[in-house]
């Protein structure tokens, strides 16, 4: 059974910054790839970035290119986001996820095949 719990959510000024981690379990990170979505309230969830796990390459969705880094440890099986220079519209459930098949970076943020869910964090970010 596949479990990806998450952590490291909250609350944060405009400009600041916050890290979130996920922990896989039932699950092998290092042949496969994990990213995180976000929902924000009234809108639909949206892929936000993604790695794979061999080789460490990344896959981000423009609105947050160059202020959010994912990264991963396969030895702990776990990814983070960092976020940077955080802004009030990157208010929203982040969620952590994996996909069930084996799909590249862009499909899997795309939604296009099933995933496997975490339970979600709130981020909030204030002006």
């Known amino acids: 059974q596949v479990q990806l719990v998450e952590s490291g959510g909250g609350s944060v000024q405009a400009g600041g910054s916050l890290r979130l981690s996920c922990a896989a379990s039932?699950?092998?990170?290092?042949?496969?790839?994990m990213g995180w979505f976000r929902q924000a309230p009234g809108k639909a969830r949206e892929g936000v970035a993604c790695?794979?796990?061999?080789?460490?390459?990344?896959y981000y969705v423009d609105s947050v290119k160059g202020r959010f880094t994912i990264s991963r440890d396969n030895d702990k099986n776990a990814i983070y986001l960092q976020m940077d220079s955080m802004k009030p519209e990157d208010t929203a459930v982040y969620y952590c996820?994996?996909?069930?098949?084996?799909?590249?970076?862009?499909?899997?943020?795309?939604?296009?095949?099933?995933?496997?869910w975490g339970q979600g964090t709130q981020v909030t970010v204030s002006s």
């Open positions: 996820a994996a996909p069930q098949y084996d799909v590249g970076c862009s499909r899997f943020l795309a939604q296009a095949a099933p995933n496997y």
């Open positions: 039932g699950y092998l990170l290092k042949n496969n790839r």
């Open positions: 790695i794979y796990g061999a080789t460490g390459g990344t």
